[in-house]
T-cell receptor
Framework: GAVVSQHPSWVICKSGTSVKIECRSLDFQATTMFWYRQFPKQSLMLMATSNEGSKATYEQGVEKDKFLINHASLTLSTLTVTSAHPEDSSFYIC?????????????FGNGTRLTVT | GENVEQHPSTLSVQEGDSAVIKCTYSDSASNYFPWYKQELGKRPQLIIDIRSNVGEKKDQRIAVTLNKTAKHFSLHITETQPEDSAVYFCAATPGRGGADGLTFGKGTHLIIQP
């Protein structure tokens, strides 16, 4: 089945630094990838929709200058948390849907646990 | 935008009994409703999904029902087993051209008592 690889699986960084998270679709092409954030014991909240070759669409309340998204190819999207602060500590999960597949299931990456000290 | 409500937040059942989790959605344009199971620290795993042109779908011990008129859908797990213990999320999306992300419910922590 479709596999989405996310890296790193966990990262600890100091306040003020930036962290990049990669999301790759391994055996299919994904024109659209989605980035979610999940705080402990809470649901997954959609942060942004990443479109290959164009600007990402951010959900209300998500700072686009803080969470930089790049979707340079059909198999790779990156999320960069800039100037990270302790409140950015969370579980970040990407997901992807194959090309030409309306309402096909979303495939999730393994997630990245970010801890900002 | 879409708003998905999920109940209950915690559900404890005896092993072998059935469990039912209910969700409602607000956007009448939503037409795809997946259910995910998430174990602690892991990614959500799709367990079953239903599209708006179907009223019920079953896969072994798991079934999902959809009432479009009332805008609610439910997950039914029969003959529950200890490995069913996890957090379950319902979700909905209008899925316009596949470009819409999912809106998730807040989750239900299912506890199977031995």
């Amino acid at each position: 089945g479709a596999v989405v690889s996310q890296h790193p699986s966990w990262v600890i960084c100091k306040s003020g630094t930036s962290v990049k998270i990669e999301c790759r679709s391994l055996d299919f092409q994904a024109t659209t990838m989605f980035w979610y954030r999940q705080f402990p014991k809470q649901s997954l909240m959609l942060m942004a929709t990443s479109n290959e070759g164009s600007k990402a669409t951010y959900e209300q309340g998500v700072e686009k200058d803080k969470f930089l998204i790049n979707h340079a190819s059909l198999t790779l999207s990156t999320l960069t948390v800039t100037s990270a602060h302790p409140e950015d500590s969370s579980f970040y999960i990407c997901s992807a849907r194959g090309t030409g597949a309306v309402n096909s299931p979303l495939h999730f990456g393994n997630g990245t646990r970010l801890t900002v000290t | 935008g879409e708003n998905v409500e999920q109940h209950p937040s915690t559900l404890s059942v005896q092993e072998g009994d059935s469990a039912v989790i209910k969700c409602t959605y607000s956007d009448s344009a939503s037409n795809y409703f997946p259910w995910y199971k998430q174990e602690l620290g892991k990614r959500p795993q799709l367990i079953i999904d239903i599209r708006s042109n179907v009223g019920e779908k079953k896969d072994q011990r798991i079934a999902v029902t959809l009432n479009k008129t009332a805008k609610h859908f439910s997950l039914h797990i029969t003959e529950t087993q200890p490995e069913d213990s996890a957090v379950y999320f319902c979700a909905a999306t209008p899925g316009r051209g596949g470009a819409d992300g999912l809106t998730f419910g807040k989750g239900t922590h299912l506890i199977i008592q031995p």
